[in-house]
């Protein structure tokens, strides 16, 4: 017999990630990205696709997530383009309080589904309510 109420289910991720991999995103807060970066051996090179240089983090690159007249697809070309330049580098995304998103053609989880390398979405608080797992480096 099939059930005709709505099944509860808990739109969160129930249990964190231990180690970001490739094409698929985690979710953290930026004191939480540069204790865990700090934490493995070692670190990678970090870049952040955000909408303005000032919000980087000390020694992380800066990637245009909105650029004044460029369209979606010049964006995510310029995301390309920065793939090329730095293969060993991860993303992180900034999707912060008070941060205009990326601009993309495509769903924004589709683009991060094809980046190839690990990809950190920064949040402003708590990390473990949002759309991606938690990244929690095991102690």
Known sequence: MRRREPLDIDPTWQHSVPMPMPNRPVCVTEQEALDQLAS???APRMFLWTDAERRCPKDWGFIASVRQGIPPEGIEAELDAWKGQYPGAWLAVDMRDGVIPPSTAQPLSDVLGRVGRPVLILVSSSS??????QWVLPR
Not at 128 to 133: I, K, M, S, V
Request: proline share 22%; no cysteine; glycine share 0%.
């Open 128 to 133: 473990d309510h949002e759309a991606w797992p």
């Open 40 to 42: 493995l051996p070692r």
